[in-house]
């Protein structure tokens, strides 16, 4: 089939990402991370959790009657869960979007090639080998989920590269679902030898934010910031691979190297966050989907803002994690799924309805 | 409280066999154990002779015959190959009564205890199964004296604790055998409003821990690297006053989770610790 250059294909129709619906996106990070800081299991007080909100800020001095500890719950407690909650919501649903694009296939999460097996495989290795003694500060099991989610995803594409006759996205989907199905099936075997890790094995594939505190952030953020930055940068790209490989490599576009880039960036960050927080499902489908359904189908406009809000949808879904059963906590992933797919439908029906 | 009392631990009622899925007819000769708690009754009521195999977490005494057996994912099979009489077992997945039932062995099944008394039971039970009925009641008569001793002390009077299991926040809260152990010394729990639904073992989340601020924190998980210093290291405990007191105590794991005859060195350990720390 060769291209046909007069008719431009709708995804290349110029679409803007308005300043108003930035603003917007702004606002939903904002109030989120504002209700996580200020609510909690332990009641400190909005106006108290303000005022000393505040104090934080250079040049301002006030006095919030915080006690030492309560002060702690805010600054080392809260502040760095919900900016953990922001990096990974963002990521992940980035990651997602960028996934969807990139594969041109809706139901494409960050997970697709392999990163979630092969992280919960790392980790339960780790769990199970006790490895946590003699690395020092270093909490082993976040550095051997990355080791094995990028080793999944590299194997995936080692496996993906060889196709064959199969279109490369096709090739390559079918070798994450072959990797990962791998991965899932070591991790099972190597958990049952060792059945008193279970739990915590369980915990991890259920996601958590709960123990986070600033290293994690620290950790967490360079790839974050670096992987979302490439995502951005291709994602007038992805618009034009949204017109098939053949079409998008006769307007130009060096298909190969594109995904590639992309599915690195994806994979890394992805990696990285689920190292940290454990595997949250559902986020790279929603939200890139909502944003999808909502403000147009351009890249240039859902991965910018799918940043925004899947960093305040995780945020949000964290602070419910937290109330729901105060003092006791709930998984977060339990929560992104529980209210995430509700939520969807209603915007799928919407949409479905005003087309 | 009157389960973690005093309830009669010597009286015939606790072999009426509510937990028995047959009745033990005859001395059993030939004892498998796939319930660590069950291994140490056994030892302690000096059936020992009389266990063939034990299940690879049955860590104590250090004379009991491991094997690979285990008791979170029993196979029928392997069990059989040592030709018990008696199989004792405190979990039973699904097929392992009926399956052991199928080869003509009699299963004794012993969950974890909910309170002392189960313990009573069980010891009795496995007294009457072995033949050792009167070991049994002498054990449990130590038991029974050594809470009262510990329960006198009041060592922890007026002290809120907390019992971590893992190293994201689950723990205990006081109605569990283990919360009523730790009631014996006089200690409260900081868990119990997260319980509603009285399941026992809830999940608490940091903020909450550090604002109950508990005046001790006892490790159940020091077996898997966690230790004062770990504790200290997490964000935002630094300022707990068991952190600053330098009150962060590792109990022993195996220990803190069994029911059996150990339960009495189990609290020695905690008071000596709490009692160490006080001066």
Redesign the interface.
Known sequence: MTPTPPREPPGLRPVSLHGWWLVFGLGAVGLASMAGLVLGPADLGVGRVLVELADGLPFLEFNSGLGERQQAIVWEIRLPRVVLGLLVGAMLATAGGAYQGVFRNPLADPYLLGVAAGAGFGATVAIVTGAGDGIGVLDPVPLAAFAGALLAVALTYLVGATGGRLDPVTSLVLAGVAVASFFTAVQTFVQQRESETIRQVYFFVLGQLRTAGWDEVVLLAPYTVACLAVILAVRRRLDVLGVGDEEAGALGLEVRRMRLVTVVAASLGTAAAVAVSGLIGFVGIIVPHTVRLIFGTSYRVILPLTVLFGGAFLVAADLVARLVLQPAEIPIGVVTAFLGAPFFVVILRGARRAS | MTGCGFDDPTGPAALSGAMTTAPVATVAQRVVSLSPTATEILFAIGAGKQVVAVDD?SNHPAGAPVTDL?G??PNVEAIASYDPDLVVASYDPGDLVAGLEALGVVTLLQPAAATIADTYDQVLELGDATGRIAEAVRVNQRIQAGLAEIASSGAGGGLTYYHEV?????TTTSSTFLGQLYGLLGLSNIAD???EAGFGW???????I??A?PDLVFLGNAA??ESAETVAD???????TAVRNRRIIPVDTDMSGRWGPRVIEFLAEVRAAIEGHAG
């Open positions: 977490q285990s979170y994912t893992d190293n994201t926040f689950f409003p997260a319980d809830p999940q608490l989340s940091a903020e909450f550090v604002d601020d898997w690297g997490r964000p935002g405990w630094g300022a707990m």
